[in-house]
């Protein structure tokens, strides 16, 4: 691990793993900071507290290894611990229901971050897999309560005019949490430059992610090829608004993505991944250092590589959550 890796804050943006002992001391093996973990997708309100109180209680146990993300501050004191500071945060608004008053009760749970549609349509607005009727009127309070309470907007698997209509109406930055450039790919969970530069012009922030599907080579994709991919949005941009989201789900079957491809969990199928691998050079959660060494062969700047790393993440967390 190099001294780049090892000395700043090194932020995922999105890990939707198996997250129990062996995950949280990869996490610490690769010198995680802290990560955006996913403790809800296609769960109701009360399959997700249940999911967060599983979260909170392995939190406890593994006290040496993590602490709670609440604040900005929490991910520098978890660096200075070295500890890895766990964020909650959901891939679907769908355990609001529709019920306005549970954005504030899963605030004070500890969620800071959510996604407003996964892949499909539900109360809030539409995903990337059906036709895009736009943001709904209960959608609006939905963002305009997130940007109250503090909790940032994610839009990765949102469809296009969802996303449009959630950025205008957002007064906080939102993000892509973790996708990829349409421009090196074609996929209906990449995003077109149009896309990138449309968030980033409204103070937004882009996470690429390295999902090998929506990577160039896909599964024969190295660490590379993600490089590959962060660089094209920092090219379009600008290297201020740009960071990592991995998407790791280490620990998990052929069943788990069964479960998250079909719509509401159970009914038909949205799509079909074929066969997953993360990059060479980054197929488990601990050679996340590999990255840095990657951005340090093409000689990034090492102020960059620490903005990327994330600089970048907690200033728009703190942006959200701190205000």
Known sequence: MSPLHRNNIVIDGLNISKFERSVFEDMRRGGLTAVNCTVSIWENFQKTVDNIVEMKQAIREHSGMLRLVRTAGDILKA??????????????????????????????????????CYNTQNFVGTGCYEPDGGLSGYGREVIQEMNRVGILVDLSHVGARTASDAIACSKKPVAYSHCCPSGLKEHPRNKTDEQLLEIADANGFVGVTMFSPFLRRGPDATVDDYLEAIEYVIDLIGEDRVGIGTDYTQGYTTDFFDWITHDKGRYRRLTDFGRVVNPEGLRTIGEFANLTSAMERARWPASRIRKVLGENWLRVFSEVWDD
């Open 79 to 116: 660096k200075k611990e070295d500890r890895t500071g766990i964020i909650l945060g959901f891939q679907n608004s769908y355990a609001f229901e529709d019920n306005i008053g549970y954005v504030e009760v899963f605030k004070d749970l500890g969620v800071r971050v959510v996604q407003l």
